[in-house]
């Protein structure tokens, strides 16, 4: 599968002294796997320098085959998935070889395919291939199940990974032909230091928790994440110490279990709470001595849970998102008017917390009840949102006209004192109205940046409308547009027909569209 050679150095017919090991490190150190750069670039550079030499090799292809994914879906990907794995069923090399590389494995959208129809049969087999050559990957560390019914077939593929540490299932379903002990039996073999379940349809969430949840061993867990709170629930009976370091509860079903809950996770670092059902409007029942959770260092979650759990812990990065939501008879009102009296109270909390937080997020009403510079005065990073179940999501945009726009980031820039601690600025306008004309008109981006924004945060480097757009300010104090790697294919594909009617500043958008463009085969479709 790759042909190599030694790269050797002449002048003439004389060898010199071989390149040094560390020009190649240095060479492989600018292919690294990085956020900014797309899979499939990334899986290009790496097949190109595994050409090279034996030590490029031996360092890229590790890298290279570390996650495969067996989608249902049927494009590129799938004929190079089905050679794959023929080969290592086969036991043929280099794939056999290749295989041993494998950490992660995704299996996605397997669901509501007819066996009987000609594409239906053809997936099926293929899901049959897969599934067989699973348990050669004998180094596997982590599966992630997605819009997959687990059967038989995939619990016959798993039950001998033992290197098994990480299991996702979401928007998963078992199999009416499934022999649910075989199920548990497999189960209980493994010691996973990572669990997801994440179901979302009720009718399908609770008879797949009650299936696995007396199967799965939570005493070796750091990272879980689960939307059913009978896990919790079990979780807080236990009368050990849990290692759990990151901690996402979709739903909180009985606040008053949280103290218990958090007397079992001294070493909890990363909380994340989406919902928290409650008869009141805020959680001052609820008592949380300081002792708890004294290595807490990033809170994602309501406002009225973090004004009880921040004081005395040392969070430096908070992101105000959950939803405080009354139970059935004890409905609670999202609106602002009835959050004011926790708005100052709010940032008072965080102010007291043991380290310098750096890191925002934060609705928009909360912003203008206090200044950020007064309470919080090391922020970095504030990211303002508009789209948040606690506040009244029209605002003052809407219609999707450009001096709403400018009117509702001007109130934002003048409410307080210029603040210099903060180097990004993210605006949360995802789910506003006028997120397509936002995403479409650079020109207008750049206009409030300069007349605006420049003036509020005189020391700010990065600025985002979208996540879809990076301003960067160089040394020069000039801005440049630039979108993501992650970001371009989304983008070309959303206005490729017809790009006219988009408003570019910098050539930032004709460059998306330049098929001269360098990377341009690396997020258009072909």
Same mark, same amino acid.
């Given at each position: 599968? !790759? ?19 560390? &020009? ?17 670039? =990334?899986?290009?550079?790496? +097949?190109?320098? +595994? ?36 080969? &290592? ?16 494995? @995704? ?14 049969? +053809? ?20 599966? &992630? ?9 995939? #619990? ?20 009416? %032909? ?29 008879? !797949? ?5 007396? +199967?799965?061993?939570?005493?070796? =867990? ?23 370091? @990151? ?11 949280? $103290? ?12 994340? #709470? ?10 001052? !029942? &609820?008592?949380?001595? %300081? ?40 409905? @609670? ?78 109130? =934002?820039?003048?409410?307080? /004192?210029?603040? *210099? ?36 945060? $005189? ?8 996540? /879809? ?5 160089? %040394? ?23 790009? /006219? ?5 910098? %050539?930032?958008?004709?460059?998306? !569209?330049?098929?001269?463009? *360098? ?8």
């Amino acid at each position: 599968m !790759f042909d190599w050679s030694s790269p050797a150095r002449r002048i003439g017919s004389r060898v010199l002294e071989p390149i040094p090991l560390e &020009i190649y490190q240095e060479i492989f150190e600018y292919f690294r796997e990085n956020d900014e750069m797309s899979k499939k670039k =990334l899986r290009r550079n790496l +097949a190109n320098i +595994a050409l090279v030499c034996r030590f490029f090799s031996a360092t890229a292809l590790p890298r290279l085959f570390a996650n495969v994914d067996f989608s249902g879906g049927f494009g590129p990907e799938t004929s190079r998935a089905n050679r794959f794995c023929r080969a &290592i069923i086969n036991n043929e090399d280099p794939a056999k070889t290749l295989a041993q590389y494998v950490k992660t494995c @995704t299996f996605r959208s397997w669901s509501n395919h007819n066996p009987n129809d000609p594409l239906g049969r +053809a997936r099926d087999a293929f899901l049959t291939m897969y599934c067989n050559a699973l348990p050669k990957m004998t180094s596997l560390e982590s599966i &992630i199940f997605n819009l997959t019914p687990i059967d038989k077939r995939i #619990v016959k593929s798993i039950k001998s990974l033992r290197l098994l540490k990480s299991l996702c299932f979401s928007q998963c379903s078992l199999s009416p %032909g499934l022999d649910l002990d075989q199920f548990t039996k497999a189960l209980k073999t493994f010691h996973l230091r990572s669990l997801t379940i994440v179901q979302w349809e009720p009718s399908q969430s609770q008879k !797949f928790y009650n299936t696995i949840s007396p +199967a799965l061993s939570l005493h070796d =867990l750091t990272k879980l994440e689960v939307d059913n709170w009978t896990i919790i629930q079990r979780l807080s009976s236990v009368d050990i110490i849990l290692p759990l370091q @990151t901690l996402t509860i979709h739903t909180v079903e009985n606040p008053t279990l949280l $103290p218990t809950l958090f007397s079992k996770t001294p070493q909890l670092l990363n909380l994340h #709470v989406y919902i928290i059902n409650s008869r009141v409007d805020n959680l001052d !029942f &609820i008592q949380l001595p %300081g002792s708890l959770l004294p290595n807490l260092s990033f809170f994602d979650g309501p406002p009225s849970l973090a004004a009880i759990l921040i004081p005395s812990r040392p969070v430096h990065k908070v992101w105000l998102m959950g939803t405080l939501v009354g139970l059935p008879g004890h409905e @609670t009102t999202q609106s602002p008017p009835l959050l004011p009296p926790l708005d100052e109270r709010l940032w008072k909390a965080l102010a007291k917390s043991k380290a310098q937080i750096r890191e925002l997020l934060i609705p928009e009403h909360l912003y203008y009840a206090a200044s950020p510079k007064l309470h919080l005065p090391t922020i970095a990073t504030l990211k303002l949102s508009w789209c948040h179940a606690n506040w009244d999501s029209s605002g003052d945009i809407k219609n999707g006209y450009e001096e709403d726009i400018k009117r509702t980031l001007s109130k =934002l820039c003048t409410k307080w /004192s210029p603040n *210099p601690s903060v180097s990004q600025l993210v605006f949360e306008l995802s789910l506003a109205g006028a997120f397509d004309y936002v995403l479409l008109n650079l020109r207008l981006q750049h206009e409030i940046l300069q007349d605006m924004i420049e003036e509020a945060f $005189p020391n700010v480097e990065q600025v985002n409308f979208l996540t /879809s757009i990076d301003w960067r300010r160089s %040394g020069d104090g000039n801005w440049r547009a630039e979108i993501p790697e992650t970001k371009k294919r989304h983008l070309w594909a959303l206005w490729n027909d017809d790009p /006219s009617h988009l408003n570019d500043y910098g %050539g930032c958008f004709e460059a998306l !569209f330049d098929s001269s463009n *360098p990377d341009f085969r690396d997020y258009a479709e072909p």
